[in-house]
Nanobody, 123 residues
Framework: QVQLVESGGGLVQAGGSLRLSCAASGRTFGDYVIAWFRHSPGKEREFVAGVNWIGYVTYYADSVKGRFAISRNNAENAAYLQLNNLKPEDTAVYYC????????????????WGQGTQVTVSS
């Protein structure tokens, strides 16, 4: 199995940027598809972005397309989520997840999860 630890969250003004990191340990990081999800109070947890095993192919939720960028560095056992042009509605706990299925947006397809990092965007 793989263990995931997120970092990089914080408080930022609308229009600002943050870079979230996901550090992995355990099994070979490159064996897993990586995705980011987020959970806001009163809402269900939702898919944000995903990246394939090598890192060349990515996919995004429509709400973040063009503003967020997912990447990974298998040599460093790490994945990243660059958040640009942040909006108050992006406020959420952001989770890194690992799974075996590329292209899915379903939580149940990701077996391993980090503890989350809080992102708060003020207006």
């Amino acid at each position: 199995q793989v263990q995931l630890v997120e970092s990089g969250g914080g408080l930022v003004q609308a229009g600002g940027s943050l870079r979230l990191s996901c550090a992995a340990s355990g099994r070979t990081f490159g064996d897993y598809v990586i995705a980011w999800f987020r959970h806001s109070p009163g809402k269900e947890r939702e898919f944000v972005a995903g990246v394939n095993w090598i890192g060349y192919v990515t996919y995004y939720a429509d709400s973040v397309k063009g503003r967020f960028a997912i990447s990974r560095n298998n040599a460093e056992n790490a994945a990243y989520l660059q958040l640009n042009n942040l909006k108050p509605e992006d406020t959420a706990v952001y989770y890194c997840a690992a799974g075996a299925v590329y292209g899915t947006r379903r939580e149940t397809d990701f077996q391993y999860w980090g503890q989350g990092t809080q992102v708060t965007v003020s207006s």
